[in-house]
């Protein structure tokens, strides 16, 4: 990170020498953007769709995108429609008996 910094100008007062960055004392570091926001956004949209069982939403779309992915890494022949079938949740019925 330092190099990357010095190299392209962000710290101011560096220079090289040889190979070798000399970064002053005092030298000012930049404050990084804050992307862990963003992360912490979708995580949260995510965890939400998860909890409401939400079909269509990101988290659905993502089960069955990485459930279709591995098996066919592990030589599946199944397609994507068949995939997200078998994700779709089964209703049980309990019939009584008369």
């Not at 970064?23 to 409401?52: C, F, S, T």
């Not at 022949?77 to 079938?85: A, C, E, N, V």
């Amino acid at each position: 990170m330092a190099r990357n910094y010095c190299s392209t100008g962000k710290l101011k007062g560096t220079f090289l020498t040889g190979k070798t960055w000399n970064i002053p004392q005092d030298v000012v570091i930049p404050q990084k953007d804050n992307k862990k926001a963003i992360v912490n956004i979708l995580l949260h949209a995510l965890k939400e769709q998860k909890n409401m069982k939400m079909k269509g939403g990101i988290y659905h779309r993502t089960q069955i995108d990485l459930t279709y992915n591995s098996n066919k890494i592990e030589g599946s022949r199944l397609t994507h429609d068949q995939t997200s079938i078998f994700l779709k949740p089964i209703q049980l019925v309990h019939l009584k008996k008369a």
